[in-house]
């Protein structure tokens, strides 16, 4: 009797995530999904295993930096590994930029997270738009085409 009265309810405890330990964000834009894996280094970022520069092209680059020149000395303090499958190359871009901006504001806290916010809502959250399924009749052309009727 007295060993149940000395178990007592615990507390539960949050699962704090470490700062050295390895994290991991997805991004998803139209088909493509973008897995990025942070862990503590020099700020090398790789896209399918190449450098950022070479992965992508020029606009495509440019848009995946914004995430990166908004986080500041945090971009810095981490190697990040981005796997990207999917969806074409402005997709791909998109969903890459989605992760690292999740990345970084898990790590950057409420204020990164606003900033993000402030600038370009779609870094942080998902954009649910996708493209309409076609209808039957001339399903091959596209959702809403119908034939070209003649007015004479």
């Known amino acids: 009797m007295p060993e ?3 178990k007592e309810p615990q507390a539960k405890k949050k699962s704090v995530q470490k700062k050295d330990r390895p994290f991991f964000t997805v991004g998803k834009r139209k088909r493509a999904v973008a897995k990025a894996s942070f862990k503590k280094g020099s700020g090398v970022i790789r896209i399918n295993s190449k450098p950022l520069e070479i992965a992508l092209d020029r606009m495509s680059v440019m848009r995946v930096t914004e995430a990166i ?7 810095k303090a981490y190697d990040i590994d981005i796997m990207v499958k999917g969806g074409g190359c402005s ?3 998109e969903a ?15 204020a990164l997270k606003k900033a993000y916010m402030a600038f370009d ?3 942080l ?5 996708r493209i309409e399924p076609s209808k039957p009749p001339r ?3 596209g959702a809403r085409r119908h034939k070209q009727r003649s007015k004479r």
């Open 4 to 6: 149940a009265a000395a």
């Open 139 to 141: 399903s091959s052309k």
């Open 91 to 93: 997709g791909q871009s």
């Open 125 to 129: 959250v998902y954009d649910p738009r």
């Open 69 to 75: 020149e908004m986080a500041g000395d945090i971009a």
């Open 121 to 123: 809502r779609n870094m």
């Open 96 to 110: 890459c930029r989605v992760a690292l901006a999740k990345g970084f504001a898990e790590v950057g806290g409420d």
